[in-house]
């Protein structure tokens, strides 16, 4: 799973404890939160607990909330094609200390 859209009234949990979960054991997840009953302050605890973003609802224009999960999605591509990258690089120059070069 590459993005989640939460709400932040879930039933039987807290969803802060929940995104703590998520981030916990899948860090690469976004995750974008959402709520008719936030204040600043749960805001920024989503945020600093690992969440892309924090929407309030009722939203105005529903495409925010499309954008804003497009662009959680971008980002998680983004940093999977990095890694390869990265990966790719590392061999890349493994293979030219082989060849003494």
């Known amino acids: 799973m590459d993005t989640a859209l939460i709400d932040l009234v ?23 939160m959402m ?31 499309w954008f804003t999960v497009q662009r959680a999605l971008e980002k998680k591509h983004l940093a999977e094609h990095n890694r390869r990258l990265i990966s790719d690089l590392k061999e890349y120059r493994d293979g030219l200390e082989k060849d003494g070069t």
């Open 10 to 32: 879930l039933p039987g949990i807290g969803s802060l404890q929940f995104l703590k979960h998520v981030k916990r054991d899948y860090p690469d997840m976004e995750v974008v």
């Open 35 to 65: 709520s008719n009953h936030a204040s600043l302050e749960t805001s920024i605890e989503a945020l600093w607990n690992g969440a892309y973003d924090f929407l309030i609802k009722p939203f105005d224009d529903i495409e925010e909330a």
